[in-house]
């Protein structure tokens, strides 16, 4: 059984930082790229990051570039999200998901095939 659990959101104030993580389960997470999605109230589902197979690329949408890090441990089966210099629009539930592709820059949701529930971090100002 296939399962991405995330961990870690919660609630920051402006200028603070959150490490959200997810552990994978029930597939060959090392074969997989992975990334974080976001989605604020009212609005969809978006890209935030992607890292390959063995971590030595990365891929960020603008609007996180410089604050946000994406790592991955594969013999932990986990991926992370460093979040750094957060504001109220960083606001969200961030979700992990599997890419069984080889293309990093992919960003639309349809091409991930495993999601996790997602979890809350909240920035107040």
């Known amino acids: 059984q296939v399962q991405l659990v995330e961990s870690g959101g919660g609630l920051v104030q402006a200028g603070g930082s959150l490490r959200v993580s997810c552990t994978a389960s029930g597939f060959t997470f090392r074969s997989y790229i992975m990334g974080w999605f976001r989605q604020a109230p009212g609005k969809e589902r978006g890209f935030v990051a992607a890292?390959?197979?063995?971590?030595?690329?990365?891929y960020y949408v603008d609007s996180v570039k410089g604050r946000f890090t994406i790592s991955r441990d594969n013999a932990k089966n986990t991926v992370y999200l460093q979040m750094n210099s957060l504001n109220p629009e960083d606001t969200a539930v961030y979700y992990c998901a599997a890419y069984g592709g080889i293309v990093l820059q992919a960003i639309a949701t349809g091409v991930y095939k495993y999601w996790g529930q997602g979890t809350l971090v909240t920035v107040s100002s």
């Open positions: 890292i390959s197979r063995r971590g030595e690329s990365t």
